[in-house]
């Protein structure tokens, strides 16, 4: 029996990705990829997340300004998000704090993050947070604001041990990308050791956060640069890295992460957990 696959995050309407997107798609089904999480970034790209998820049925489409844009939003951004969030089951994201860009506004960034938060906490619509040597920051934030009930994704989660189990605490799950097969880093391997086993999940990011060479059993280039890039099927390597990782049978892990997958975003799949999931009718905000 083939294993259901779950890709947590990842940029499938990046321009890279578009002239392979139809053979993308194709092998998908033969990885056994069941559900990918695909996340805007900005004003610009929402609309076509949206006509993607209305395409394939693979797809759960996430809504959200990057930090790495923020400056770039209109007026009318926020109004421009809602109206994307109603025509769609959706969630919100990739939303976020990044210290390491350069000329970064830290409070502006936090202004749009919230707010954003806020409106994922009414609506109990699961977010996906990028965060770089912003840690700190992050975690003041999310124990004063309020939260989604059905919880948060820190994709490509980088931060310090010590910080897994108060962002747990607080409704976190925990992404692991393919990058981090890489072997200098060996830190954040260690620390995902330390996730609970009911907040893992498993991203490939792609286009980005290639694989080692040894591992992309997918190899792709860029139209544009010839360069290589990662496609969206590698998610299987990244799935049986883990698994080794975590001295796991693949079987068990690849259940284990589904049913974290459709606790987290179970109502956008068309598959429900036996726990609840977001719920997009249920407008109540978890207590701070």
């Known amino acids: 029996m083939q294993l259901r696959l779950y890709d947590a995050h990842n940029h499938f309407h990046d321009e890279r990705l578009r002239p392979h997107r139809a053979s993308i798609i194709a092998s998908l089904a033969g990885e056994g990829i069941t559900r990918m999480v ?11 997340v949206l006509a993607l998820s209305q395409q ?46 350069k000329d970064h506004d830290l409070d502006d960034q936090a202004e749009v993050f919230v707010r954003q938060l806020r409106l994922a906490a009414e609506r109990n619509l699961p977010v996906s947070i990028h965060c770089l040597q912003a840690w700190g920051k992050l975690l003041e934030l999310l124990r004063v604001e309020p939260r989604p009930a059905c919880g948060f994704l820190l994709h490509s989660f980088g931060g310090p041990a010590e910080m897994v189990a108060p962002l747990a605490k607080l409704g976190a799950y925990f992404s692991f990308p393919g990058y981090f097969m890489h ?5 954040q391997r260690e620390t995902f050791k330390l ?28 139209s544009a640069s010839g360069k290589p890039i990662n496609h969206p099927a590698n998610l299987g390597s990244v ?30 799949s068309g598959r429900v957990s036996p726990t609840p999931a977001c719920d997009l009718h249920d407008r109540s905000i978890q207590p701070k």
């Open 38 to 48: 695909v996340n805007g970034s900005c004003e610009e790209d929402w609309p076509e």
């Open 56 to 101: 394939h049925p693979q797809i759960i489409p996430s809504f959200g300004y990057h930090p790495w844009y923020v400056k770039e939003r209109t007026d009318s951004w926020e109004k421009n998000l809602i109206q994307h969030l109603d025509q769609v089951p959706a969630g919100i994201g990739e939303i976020g704090l990044d210290r390491w860009i």
């Open 183 to 187: 072997e200098r880093k060996q830190r």
């Open 195 to 222: 996730v609970p086993p009911d907040r893992l999940l498993i991203e490939t990011d792609a286009p980005d956060q290639l694989l080692p060479a040894e591992y992309n059993h997918h190899p792709l280039l860029d």
């Open 239 to 268: 799935y049986e890295f883990v698994a080794n990782m975590l001295n796991e049978p693949l079987e068990i892990l690849t259940q284990r992460v589904e049913g974290n997958f459709l606790r987290l975003f179970g109502k956008f």
